[in-house]
């Protein structure tokens, strides 16, 4: 385990030594370590050069990239507000709102084949927010008679109940509420 160590640490050093020397401005050459796996020692022995270098001569690279001179003003840039028309409307603002008929809208179940009947339920829970119970008594009310009332609601968020149900599967349709009777 040990000689396996020295084998290891002495052939990275050999690659740092000789890597080092080899770039050196200070040597010729370059020194090489050997590892003999019988007694685990490191020994050092000169090798040839990788190219010869001189010694007197020092060559500096430049350690950033050049850049184009950045151009300095007199202070942070500042954006002048866009030109906007002074428009001064004597009407005030309006909603307008489709014609729906009335604000109250009930979303209906119908039974069918396709669906289970626990499918159904859970689709009500998630998409209506109705209690399990509810949604249970829905189910088997449109089970057994054909047809079930989930809920009466403002036209959009019937709308949106009615929506999602279809997109699951489950045969709806929406419809406005007579209030007069």
Same mark, same amino acid.
């Given at each position: 385990m040990v000689a396996r160590s020295l084998k &290891? =640490? #002495?052939?990275? $050093?050999?690659?740092? %030594?000789? #890597?080092? %020397?080899?770039?050196?401005?200070? %040597?010729? %050459?370059?020194? +090489?370590? +050997? !590892?003999?796996?019988?007694?685990? *020692?490191?020994?050092?022995?000169?090798s040839p050069p990788l190219f010869a270098l001189n010694r007197n001569v020092v060559t500096m690279m430049p350690a950033t990239l050049d850049r184009p001179a950045?151009? &300095?003003?007199? #202070?942070? $840039? !500042?954006?002048?507000?866009?030109? &906007?028309?002074?428009?001064k409307s004597s009407e005030a603002p309006t909603k307008e709102r489709k014609s729906?008929?009335?604000?109250?809208w009930e979303v209906r =179940?119908? /039974?069918?084949? !396709? /669906?289970?009947?626990?499918? *159904?339920?859970?689709?009500? *829970? @998630? =998409? +209506?927010?109705?209690?399990?119970m509810g949604a249970y @008594? +829905?189910?088997?009310?449109?089970?057994h008679n054909g047809l079930a009332v989930v809920g009466r609601y403002p036209y959009e968020r019937a709308e949106m109940y009615h929506d999602a149900l279809k997109t699951n599967g489950i045969l709806c349709d929406l419809v406005p509420v007579d209030e007069e009777g």
């Open positions: &290891v =640490i #002495g052939t990275f $050093a050999a690659s740092l %030594s000789a #890597g080092a %020397s080899a770039f050196s401005p200070t %040597s010729t %050459s370059a020194a +090489t370590a +050997t !590892v003999r796996p019988r007694h685990g *020692v490191v020994s050092r022995e000169p950045v151009k &300095v003003g007199g #202070g942070p $840039a !500042v954006l002048d507000r866009p030109a &906007v028309a002074d428009k729906v008929g009335s604000e109250a =179940i119908y /039974n069918d084949g !396709v /669906n289970t009947r626990e499918f *159904v339920a859970r689709c009500l *829970v @998630q =998409i +209506t927010g109705l209690t399990e @008594q +829905t189910m088997m009310q449109a089970h």
